[in-house]
């Protein structure tokens, strides 16, 4: 591996925990926690802290928490545009972007979640803790552009993402005779291994292949479990220069190569694959971008031996497996089937921490605080010797990607 990229050298978070249950603790006060452990795995401290990154239009901006840090001087402080979960890889490659150019020595990437303090869009006033009902969000809480879009679809009941994006994936079941099954296996696959994450919400809650055949149907051909959690909590990851990694106690782990942004004409539109092509629509829409990366770092997908791919859906999981090139488009079923996403024997073992299905759902960066751990070798769910980690944000909106390298 070169030595001139970008490095991460510290992961953080905060407790994970189902929307509501976290306790008397604020989003800001997540996101607090979730740098100042990051900072400290990486043998750093606040005063070395120059610049501070995030996505996904985060409420804790940056100079606010760097004056509650004490942080001495912010040198950097970026927010991605790209939409949703699409952006939580593009903060990381912004924040190597940043130290690469010398704009800053490190940075720490967050990301903050607190559904059981603002909810999200489609969600009534609920009571989270035996009190009375917090109110229902208002317009002024959302972004009122995504809330006109919402509006030429609610008549027709697409009112939650599970839905809109229930729509490409039975597209792919109709163009290649994919299977609820072999979704259900991959929601299996990931519990599996949140069976071993201690952080994992879902961790002590076993699940078969016949549980997930029993779960409700939310929207066909979403079954409860092939939906992401909805979760508080909030993690961090620290970038620095490979200078500044080779004194540090903790093995670093490079930036190898970083893609984001999106196809021609791309909207994200009502939650997912909005204006693209009608070749486009059963993909994650991600192919373009992937092929960008793979040449950017000199590497394909036989070089991956471990994947961190966003989960918020498992049809999505599906498609981009096909977008990476893993198996050719319309062979994502088969290729779950035959168990290559087990961290146990799998040909490219996924999701080691248990993923969005069953860690938690924090926008995905948990995906990259787990990539780092497979390449240090600290993984519950660990890949021998493995070298090379690719990290995905959200399929079928707007996207981003990385790939990390055993240093």
Not at 184 to 211: C, I, K, Q, W, Y
Not at 321 to 344: M, N, Q, T, V
Request: with cysteine.
């Amino acid at each position: 591996m070169s030595g001139s990229k970008a490095q991460i050298v510290g992961v953080g978070e905060s407790k994970y925990a189902r929307w509501g249950k976290i306790g008397d603790v604020t989003e800001h006060a997540l996101a607090c926690q979730a740098i100042q452990r990051a900072v400290e795995d990486a043998g750093l401290s606040m005063d070395d802290v120059d610049g501070l990154a995030s996505f996904a239009e985060d409420r804790n901006e940056a100079v606010f928490i760097g004056a509650e840090l004490g942080i001495p001087r912010l040198r950097f402080g970026n927010m991605v545009w790209m939409p949703g979960g699409g952006g939580g890889c593009a903060a990381v490659a912004n924040a190597a972007m940043a130290v690469e150019a010398g704009q800053a020595e490190v940075v720490v990437v967050y990301r903050s979640l607190c559904q059981g303090q603002f909810f999200r869009f489609g969600s009534p006033g609920m009571d989270t803790s035996g009190a009375a009902e917090p109110e229902a969000p208002t317009v002024k809480q959302a972004d009122s552009l995504m809330i006109a879009s919402i509006g030429f679809v609610m008549p027709y009941g697409m009112l939650m993402a599970a839905a809109a994006y229930a729509l490409p994936t039975r597209r792919h079941m109709h163009l290649y005779g994919t299977t609820g099954d072999q979704l259900g296996m991959l929601a299996v696959t990931f519990r599996e291994h949140a069976s071993r994450n201690p952080r994992a919400v879902m961790g002590g809650r076993p699940m078969t292949l016949d549980d997930y055949r029993a779960s409700p149907m939310i929207a066909d051909p979403h079954r409860l479990f092939d939906c992401c959690l909805e979760s508080d909590g909030a993690c961090a990851v620290v970038v620095t220069t490979p200078e500044r990694a080779r004194d540090l106690a903790k093995q670093p782990v490079e930036i190898l190569a970083s893609e984001q942004g999106a196809p021609k004409g791309y909207g994200f539109g009502t939650f997912s694959n909005a204006n693209v092509p009608d070749e486009l629509y059963a993909t994650g829409a991600n192919e373009e971008m992937a092929n960008r990366l793979w040449g950017k770092a000199g590497i394909g997908p036989n070089d991956v031996d471990v994947a961190q791919l966003y989960d918020h859906f498992t049809g999505c999981v599906l498609m981009q497996l096909e977008d990476y090139g893993f198996c050719k488009r319309g062979e994502g079923g088969p290729f779950i089937e035959s168990g290559a996403l087990s961290w146990h024997g799998g040909s490219l073992p996924t999701n080691t921490h248990g993923g969005s299905l069953s860690e938690a759902y924090i926008h995905g960066l948990n995906h990259v605080v787990e990539g780092v751990r497979s390449l240090r070798g600290e993984s519950t769910s660990p890949v021998e010797n493995a070298e090379v980690c690719l990290v995905t944000s959200a399929a079928c909106v707007p996207s981003s990607a990385v790939l990390l390298g055993r240093k």
